[in-house]
């Protein structure tokens, strides 16, 4: 940041009286603008045996599956803007269940929050932000077209516990991406 959005002066990075860690501090009217990591809440809607995933109409990763996810936005709850995600992407309405993942991504600053749902009815179409919705079963699954690495592990974890009989709520650590970006 080199200009204050409070006031328009310039900025330098350093640690304020008090912290740890550097931070952009205006130079005139003194605010410490906080940077912190993004949350992306999403939903993994469920009809029968089946799971939703929508390909991408945009970058990153356009072209590529995902389950129905995005940036939480100001005034929501992580449940509300997971409902939301999955009605702009799919055009469905979903049943929250369990908050069933949270992945950390330290090193692009964000937070995955992802949902276990049930579609209240098998109707869905593409949102603005997809160019195809589908149900897939496990063995249908577009494994290595899948388009992040939280969408891999939020699929894996459903099925193995699906298998199992029983949900597990998890918190893992992404620190590294595992996938190519422009692939």
């Known amino acids: 940041m080199k200009y204050c959005p409070s006031c328009g002066k310039e900025t330098r990075n350093v640690i304020p009286q008090g912290d740890n860690i550097k931070r952009d501090v205006c130079t005139v009217c003194d605010t410490i603008h906080y940077q912190n990591p993004r949350?992306?809440?999403?939903?993994?809607?469920?009809?029968?045996d089946q799971v939703l995933l929508c390909k991408r109409a945009i970058e990153p990763r356009k072209n590529f599956w995902t389950l129905p996810a995005g940036f939480m936005e100001i005034g929501e709850t992580i449940q509300q803007a997971a409902?939301?995600?999955?009605?702009?992407?799919?055009?469905?309405?979903?049943k929250t269940?369990?908050?069933f993942a949270i992945f950390n991504l330290p090193h692009i600053a964000q937070v995955y929050m992802?949902?276990?749902?049930?579609?209240?009815?098998p109707e869905f179409a593409s949102g603005a932000e997809s160019l195809e919705t589908r149900l897939f079963s496990e063995h249908e699954i577009p494994w290595d077209d899948l388009a992040f690495e939280t969408?891999?592990?939020?699929?894996?974890?459903?099925?193995?516990?699906?298998?199992?009989?029983?949900?597990?709520?998890?918190?893992t650590d992404i620190i590294q991406p595992l996938f190519r970006k422009n692939s």
Not at 83 to 94: D, G, I, Q, S, Y
Not at 151 to 171: N, P
């Open 97 to 99: 269940e369990q908050l």
């Open 39 to 48: 949350i992306i809440a999403g939903c993994i809607p469920v009809w029968k």
């Open 83 to 94: 409902v939301r995600e999955t009605h702009e992407e799919a055009t469905a309405v979903v």
């Open 151 to 171: 969408m891999k592990l939020s699929l894996e974890y459903y099925f193995k516990d699906k298998a199992a009989g029983q949900f597990k709520f998890r918190v």
């Open 114 to 121: 992802i949902y276990r749902s049930t579609l209240a009815k």
